[in-house]
């Protein structure tokens, strides 16, 4: 092995979207930013590249032009509401909660617009609650897509950084793994760990971990961006909250495999407290990729609101645990059925207008700004491409002209045989008696008639409301849902100006955290459950506070 020592102003540990932020903050403040990774360099842009592009904003243009009334206050009575923080722990998260909402609203916006960011016009609404007012959800529509989805978010950034290591200002390190935070004095000084071994794999595949040489790097300021534990299903096991009931023996994985959580006990080993650990967001809407990239890659849908939602046993989720309204509401029930699986029943005119999948490389038409294929896709007849490759090809989806027959092929998939025909049966006819009259008892039908109201959603994204066996609607799908892991929403702790804070609530010099690797800011912002939009946002903003602050302490 060969080791060497190298000098930084400003050391940023991972080049997802809170990596990228900081460093160009820290750019801009005229320090020299040296960035490390342990992947290749096709990686740059980590978890981000692959996002839809989903952005919270507050009172946005695109929201006013859609006739969507937001407020700070409204934001804030869901924040809050959906958050629902209840621990001593949660003081600093709460202070990152009430200065990203002013973000959201005021400066956000315009910042990214200045990078060259643009945003689709139609704004969605993800995480509709059900609840009460005060209760979790999002009141409005606010999720807004990056037009050109993760990849434009990312490339906005990468530019400036690029730019920098072209005219010597930053140096970019792929295949360097940190074992150890160096320590003087209470005060930490830079990185220490291992060369791996180049590789030319594609962006996402797994990667080797053959070691082959040693590295030192000496910084004033060092910044830990290196994400969260959603590739890692053991760790994710062992922090399972009991509130969630018992942990899945199986899961999709919604990263990609380094995002392993190793920092972490990296920095908690260098004094850093983390708090919250057994605050998570995982899907319950993922399925298997036909294509995988990584092992056990799956693929979140994110549904409109329409289909009907199924446990294992065939049995109707309760109120108002339906597609899009509450995701950990729907993961805690469906822990409680005992099995890790549950099913969408739909037709082919739900699926044609509201099944999108999430991820940049799942929407080729956002993601390449081709309006045309938009055009098609969105508003044309048939699923969207990829869409229809999962029915093509998919092992969770089955298609049947009738109830009969789709009961049977749910059946055959693994885990159907939990099923009870009878009572799918019973469920999607009692659904169907109820959409045929302009009254109803049934909830969701009312909510799918309220949905409609909005200019959006009967745009793009909410389906007529029709009966599941119309054949003029057929035919009939059903979709065998996993459990997809994705973010953890605990951290390492930070006040308001990303630096990580110690076992006596005091900041650790030299030491700063932002994404998820801090909660996406303070070690938890989002509290207990998220609002959606927010995850990118959360990068977006913790990363600018630790490349500031960062840049300002040098």
């Known amino acids: ?84 923080f209840d621990r001593a722990e949660d003081a600093w998260p709460r202070k990152w909660a009430e200065a990203y909402l002013e973000f959201a609203h005021r400066e956000k916006r315009s910042w990214l617009r200045s990078k060259g960011v643009r945003f689709f016009p139609v704004v969605g609404w993800a995480e509709r609650g059900g609840y009460g007012a005060t209760g979790p959800g999002n009141s409005v529509p606010r999720f807004h897509i990056v037009w050109g989805t993760g990849p434009a978010l990312v490339a906005a950034f990468q530019a400036e950084l690029e730019q920098a290591e072209g005219e010597g200002r930053a140096v970019i390190l792929p295949r360097r793994r940190v074992r150890e935070l160096t320590v003087v004095e209470g005060s ?14 594609v962006r996402g595949t797994a990667t080797s971990r053959e070691i082959v040489g040693e590295f030192q790097m000496d910084a004033a300021a060092t910044i830990v961006a290196s994400g969260g534990i959603g590739g890692n299903h053991d760790l ?39 708090i919250n650990g057994d605050r998570m967001w995982h899907y319950v809407e993922g399925v298997q990729n036909w294509s995988p990239i990584w092992p056990g890659h799956g693929i979140r849908i994110l549904p409109g609101p329409s289909s009907l939602w199924l446990d294992a046993t065939g049995r109707r989720l309760p109120v108002p645990l339906y597609p899009g309204f509450d995701t ?24 044609e207008k509201e099944f999108t999948l999430s991820g940049s490389e799942q929407n080729p038409d956002l993601t390449g700004k081709d309006i045309s294929l938009l055009l098609r896709s969105r508003l044309g007849r048939g699923a969207s491409g990829p869409v229809q490759a999962f029915l093509d090809r998919g092992d969770d989806f089955v298609v049947s002209p009738d109830l009969d027959g789709l009961i049977v092929k749910m059946r055959e998939l693994p885990g159907g045989d939990a099923l009870d025909s009878a009572l799918v049966r019973a469920e999607v006819e009692g659904r169907d008696r109820e959409v045929g009259n302009t009254f109803t008892k049934d909830a969701q039908i009312a909510m799918l008639r309220s949905a409609r109201a909005y200019r959006g959603d009967r745009l793009v994204r909410t389906a007529s409301p029709h009966r599941l066996l119309d054949p ?23 006040d308001l100006s990303s630096r990580a804070l110690g076992a006596t609530g005091d900041p650790i010099p030299g030491l700063y955290a932002a994404g998820e690797a801090s909660g996406f800011g303070g070690g938890g912002v989002h509290g207990y459950r998220a609002l959606e939009g927010t995850f990118l946002g959360g990068c977006l903003f913790s990363g600018r506070s630790a490349g500031r602050a960062a840049a300002a302490a040098v």
């Open 472 to 494: 003029a609607a057929g035919p009939l799908i059903a979709v065998k849902l996993h459990i997809l892991t994705r973010k953890s929403l605990g951290g390492i702790e930070t």
């Open 1 to 84: 092995m060969t080791g060497n020592m190298q000098r930084t102003d400003v050391l940023v540990i991972g080049w997802g979207l809170a990596g990228l932020v900081a460093a160009s903050e820290a750019l801009a403040a005229g320090r020299h930013v040296t960035l490390i990774d342990q992947e290749p360099r096709s990686n740059l842009g980590g978890q981000a590249w692959w996002s839809f592009g989903g952005l919270f904003f507050v009172d946005s243009p695109e929201q006013r032009r859609m006739g969507i009334r937001d407020s700070p206050d409204l934001a804030r009575q869901d924040w809050f509401g959906t958050a629902g």
């Open 188 to 201: 930490v000084t830079g990185a220490a760990g291992d060369v791996l071994a180049p590789s030319g794999a």
């Open 236 to 274: 994710v096991r062992r922090r399972w909250p009991e509130r969630l009931g018992p942990p899945p023996g199986t899961m999709v994985t919604g990263v990609p495999a380094y995002v392993d959580g190793a920092m972490l006990g990296v920095s908690e080993t260098a004094g850093a407290r983390l």
């Open 328 to 351: 950990l509401g729907t993961l805690a029930h469906l822990r409680s059925t005992g099995h890790d699986h549950s099913w969408f029943v739909l037709s082919q005119k739900i699926i």
